[in-house]
Structures are given as structure tokens and as C-alpha cells.
T-cell receptor, first 111, second 115 residues
Framework: TQLLEQSPQFLSIQEGENLTVYCNSSSVFSSLQWYRQEPGEGPVLLVTVVTGGEVKKLKRLTFQFGDARKDSSLHITAAQPGDTGLYLCAGEKAAGNKLTFGGGTRVLVKP | KAGVTQTPRYLIKTRGQQVTLSCSPISGHRSVSWYQQTPGQGLQFLFEYFSETQRNKGNFPGRFSGRQFSNSRSEMNVSTLELGDSALYLC??????????????FGEGSRLTVL
């Protein structure tokens, strides 16, 4: 069982549609990061959230950290083919601890 | 500035052999972490080195080991390879140790196939 559960595991949508990816846990995290990984490459950091209830926007991407710091979501508005990739959430349980990754959500945006 | 460099990018080994993978972090980064990525298990933490000391270790058998040199370059070794060790091995460097919410910069990975 993953400490961080991501859903859905796979998402296929048409260009222009919206999508939301969820990252859930029963544990509290001091911070949570979202990464995107494209085929043949390593993950690249998109955002870090540290405060419960925090909302961060990155162009068409909106990230939210749950009030209790146990969950997070990533919402993409008007998805484009360039948004295709594997989205990974990663959490730190406490200072000095290792970063734990969720299982990932594979997003395919068709033109 | 140059990114994280991992070598080799691809390699094929047979069961029972051993393998050494290398990682050169971004200049100035003192933390190097290693992850194993497979379709079934996702990204699994192997270990983190900071200033030549292993700070954290994941739940992998003793066949998996690593080290970090004084120039922050790191190597990981897998002995007595098993079919299940086939995976993409990712190295990530960070300016800060993982507990300080530092950003991880990943290399492109070393894809290991065990036959």
C-alpha cells in the first residue's frame, strides 16, 4: 500500500478539457511537491506547497494543499497536448525525513 | 548550469551479475538521492547521501548499496542481480538535504534490464 495514493492512475482527455488529479494520504505532511515526468526523462518539479489550505497557480495548473495537510490536488484548465506526462506527488512527513512519492497519474491529452 | 548526469543510460545484465551506476549532481549540490522506478511500484526511495554520509535508507535488501565521494558524485551498486531489479534508476540532487523541503533535480536515469 502506497503512503500516498494518487487517483486516477490514468486519464485520457481531449485538448481543451479540464482535469483534476488527486493525491491522498492518512498521514500529515510538512510539505508536498508535484512533479511531471515525460518519457525518457526524469521528473521535474512543478510546485511545492507547505501550508494547509494553500493554493498555488502555475499558468493553467492550480495546486491545492488540504487544510489538514493530508491531501492535495492538481487541476489543469483547458488541457493541451504538451500537458501529457506522468504527474507525481511527493510528500515529506517531517523535517529530516525522506521524500515519499505517490504511484503517479498518467495523463494523455489528445489533440 | 549543467544538470544531473547519470551513466550509463542503458545497460543489460544477466542474473547473478553486479552493476554500478554513477551520478554527477549539479555543481554545489551536496545531497544525492537514488530512486528505483518500475511500472508496478512507481518511484521507490533507495537512499540519500549528504556530504558523503548516508542520511536515509529505503526498504531495499542489502544487495543495494551506495556511496558518495568528496566531490558529491555518487555511485550505487546492485550485487547478485535478479530479474526484478529491472527498472529505471533515477538519481536526484538537491542543494539541501531532503528534510529541508529542497527541490529535487532528477537525472534522465539509467535503465537496467536483467535477463
Amino acid at each position: 500500500t502506497q503512503l500516498l495514493e494518487q487517483s486516477p492512475q490514468f486519464l485520457s482527455i481531449q485538448e481543451g478539457e479540464n482535469l483534476t488529479v488527486y493525491c491522498n494520504s492518512s498521514s500529515v505532511f510538512s510539505s508536498l511537491q508535484w512533479y511531471r515526468q515525460e518519457p525518457g526523462e526524469g521528473p521535474v518539479l512543478l510546485v511545492t506547497v507547505v501550508t494547509g489550505g494553500e493554493v498555488k497557480k502555475l499558468k493553467r495548473l492550480t495546486f491545492q494543499f488540504g487544510d489538514a495537510r493530508k491531501d492535495s490536488s492538481l487541476h489543469i484548465t483547458a488541457a493541451q497536448p504538451g500537458d501529457t506526462g506522468l504527474y507525481l506527488c511527493a510528500g515529506e512527513k517531517a523535517a529530516g525525513n525522506k521524500l515519499t512519492f505517490g504511484g503517479g497519474t498518467r495523463v494523455l491529452v489528445k489533440p | 548550469k549543467a544538470g544531473v548526469t547519470q551513466t550509463p543510460r542503458y545497460l543489460i545484465k544477466t542474473r547473478g551479475q553486479q552493476v554500478t551506476l554513477s551520478c554527477s549532481p549539479i555543481s554545489g549540490h551536496r545531497s544525492v538521492s537514488w530512486y528505483q522506478q518500475t511500472p508496478g511500484q512507481g518511484l521507490q526511495f533507495l537512499f540519500e547521501y549528504f556530504s558523503e554520509t548516508q542520511r536515509n535508507k529505503g526498504n531495499f535488501p542489502g544487495r543495494f548499496s551506495g556511496r558518495q565521494f568528496s566531490n558529491s558524485r555518487s555511485e550505487m551498486n546492485v550485487s547478485t542481480l535478479e530479474l526484478g531489479d529491472s527498472a529505471l534508476y533515477l538519481c536526484a540532487s538537491s542543494l539541501l538535504t531532503q528534510g529541508a523541503s529542497g527541490e529535487l533535480f532528477f537525472g534522465e536515469g539509467s535503465r537496467l534490464t536483467v535477463l
